[in-house]
């Protein structure tokens, strides 16, 4: 018997996510746990081990382990399936819909950054700690696991766990909340408003697909394109 909520909607509203193991509010709370308890467990030794700010490849590296162990636990405890997440089979055309769709976003989100500065007059760099690093291979590092192993781990535990559960509360809202609790994952600052737009485009995209990839796709698009400038420049472009 599946979940009512997952069903695939009609022909009015489209395609949306298909019907599958049901997630629950047990995998959600479980999972939005153990991404906050990997989180602190595993920055904390690097932090007292390293000399000064832990290396770049190590920050990231963390954040994209954190969100693949909590979505790992939660489906450990009762589904078992990665379907149930969004792991399943979709069309080129979709994945590719998925990069321009990342590239799309970049591009506004430096709009809503430059707002951002204009508004707040903050311009502080979230992200100046990735320019800590010495050595191609630390940057190829940093680019590989920012721009594929992050991406793939947040749009897990975000769009594969967290919306399927609260998209029994109404789409709109699970798009919105899912999209607000990932904005705010990266703080109130200058990326707040890009993670949002990021949030509710992939949010979007997997609603209409039933696939998670070409959310990751879009977000592995977006964060390559961050990651490769915020190196070669040494901050936000």
């Given at each position: 018997?599946t979940d009512?909520?997952l069903?695939?909607?009609?022909?009015?509203?489209?395609?949306?996510?298909?019907?599958?193991?049901?997630?629950?509010?047990?995998e959600?709370?479980?999972?939005?746990?153990?991404?906050?308890v990997l989180?602190?467990?595993?920055?904390?030794?690097?932090?007292l081990?390293s000399?000064?700010?832990?290396p770049?490849?190590?920050?990231?590296?963390?954040?994209?382990?954190s969100?693949?162990g909590?979505v790992?636990?939660a489906?450990?405890?009762?589904?078992?399936?990665p379907?149930?997440?969004?792991?399943?089979?979709?069309?080129?055309?979709?994945v590719?819909?998925?990069?321009g769709l990342g590239?799309?976003?970049?591009?506004?989100?430096?709009?809503?950054?430059?707002?951002y500065?204009?508004?707040?007059?903050?311009?502080?760099?979230?992200?100046?700690?990735?320019t800590?690093?010495?050595?191609?291979?630390?940057?190829a590092?940093?680019?590989?696991?920012g721009?594929?192993v992050?991406?793939?781990?947040e749009?897990l535990?975000f769009?594969?766990?967290?919306?399927p559960?609260?998209?029994?509360?109404?789409?709109?809202?699970?798009?919105?909340l899912?999209a607000?609790?990932f904005?705010?994952?990266h703080?109130?600052?200058?990326?707040?408003?890009?993670?949002l737009?990021?949030?509710?485009?992939?949010a979007?995209?997997?609603?209409?697909?039933?696939?998670?990839?070409?959310?990751?796709?879009?977000h592995?698009t977006?964060?390559?394109i961050s990651f490769?400038?915020v190196?070669?420049?040494?901050?936000?472009v």
């Amino acid at each position: 018997m599946t979940d009512p909520a997952l069903e695939p909607a009609d022909a009015v509203t489209g395609p949306v996510l298909p019907a599958r193991p049901a997630l629950g509010w047990l995998e959600l709370v479980v999972a939005a746990v153990a991404y906050v308890v990997l989180q602190i467990g595993l920055f904390l030794p690097v932090a007292l081990l390293s000399e000064g700010d832990p290396p770049a490849p190590l920050l990231v590296g963390i954040s994209g382990a954190s969100a693949l162990g909590a979505v790992a636990i939660a489906l450990a405890l009762r589904v078992r399936a990665p379907a149930a997440v969004g792991l399943v089979r979709t069309s080129a055309r979709t994945v590719a819909l998925g990069v321009g769709l990342g590239v799309a976003v970049w591009l506004l989100s430096r709009v809503l950054i430059v707002v951002y500065v204009v508004v707040t007059g903050d311009t502080s760099d979230p992200q100046a700690a990735l320019t800590l690093f010495s050595g191609p291979v630390a940057a190829a590092l940093v680019i590989a696991l920012g721009g594929l192993v992050v991406p793939l781990g947040e749009e897990l535990l975000f769009r594969g766990l967290a919306y399927p559960v609260l998209r029994r509360l109404g789409r709109v809202l699970a798009i919105v909340l899912t999209a607000g609790v990932f904005a705010l994952a990266h703080g109130l600052n200058v990326v707040f408003a890009a993670a949002l737009l990021l949030g509710v485009v992939n949010a979007v995209l997997y609603e209409r697909t039933g696939s998670i990839w070409p959310a990751v796709a879009s977000h592995a698009t977006f964060n390559t394109i961050s990651f490769v400038l915020v190196l070669a420049v040494g901050g936000q472009v």
